[in-house]
């Protein structure tokens, strides 16, 4: 099998771009590295970036790029995590392009399955997989798998796993990492790749993933704002429906009064898919907890028991 990126690009296998952003990352690089070199599927290239890194990360990627030639390493000032994966899919040469992070572990097969997958089938844009967390007891992320149920989901929430996914780069190259919606670019950007084609996860860990103490203690406000921009994208994009950001909110958060609760319900009264009303049913009474009784306890029971009705006659 071909050894360095010159063997690699004359094979008859599909060359996969590996896009792996690097910042500060000495710590967790090198395991992250060869994860992707030791698979089984060979044809690959290693596209890392240095953002800017000030530790060792330089050196260690300089060291492993010196025994195999297909990682090409790239150094820049640092621009932050959006340019830089929007640098790799300029720099991307493979029918397919991987995404890796720089403290995450692919487990073996992973590359080999996902190509087997979206070689079996040409409607597919783009591939995730199941994974593990790597250090919160090995907890298991069983995403949902098929096209329709990642679909209506994503109206609500994101079903991948950014560091896991493949995707068929004459669509992904089509699409930018977009910087406005910070920490939902990932997000955003599956939007996009499904509204032009299918989309799958395959049922097998074939990643651990590394929780970073930032993602849990970002602004959870602002966060949720960006969320529900995304997610109103994502409605317009996919099911050609238009939502107000105040009814998402109240569906996918939970509202902060009556009047907004029973908006929304009156808002998926009026939804035509039955798999989107269902769901957004289901979002709509998880998110509307006690909190509403505590602003105005009669009129929320009051709202509550005529939002039941409603949701009855949803379902009968």
Sequence with gaps: MPKTLEGVLK????????????????????????????????????????????????????????????????????????????????????????????????????????????????????????????ENGDKLHKLFCKDEEIRVRSLFSPMFCHPSIMARADVAKKIRYEGSFFRAEDYLYWVELMSIGKVCNIPEVLLKYRVHQNQVSCDRDKQRKVHVSVSKIAWKRLFQIDISEDLLTCIIFGGRDVETLKKSVSFIKTLTNRSVKKLAISYLWKSNSIKLLKIDPLSYLKGLYESIIEKLKLRY
């Design 11 to 134: 094979s008859s296998s599909p060359l996969v771009s590996v896009i792996l952003p690097v910042f500060n990352s000495e710590d967790y690089l090198k395991e992250s590295i060869r994860s992707i070199l030791t698979q089984d599927y060979r044809e690959i290239e290693v596209i890392v970036i240095d953002d800017g890194s000030s530790d060792d990360s330089g050196l260690i990627i300089n060291e492993l790029a010196g025994s195999d030639t297909r990682i090409r390493h790239f150094k820049q000032s640092n621009k932050g995590l959006v340019e830089t994966l929007n640098r790799g899919l300029e720099l991307s040469q493979g029918k397919y392009i991987a995404r890796m992070d720089a403290d995450d572990i692919s487990l073996p097969g992973r590359i080999r399955k996902q190509v087997e997958t979206m070689e079996a089938n040409s409607e597919l844009v783009l591939c995730g997989t199941w994974f593990k967390e790597v």
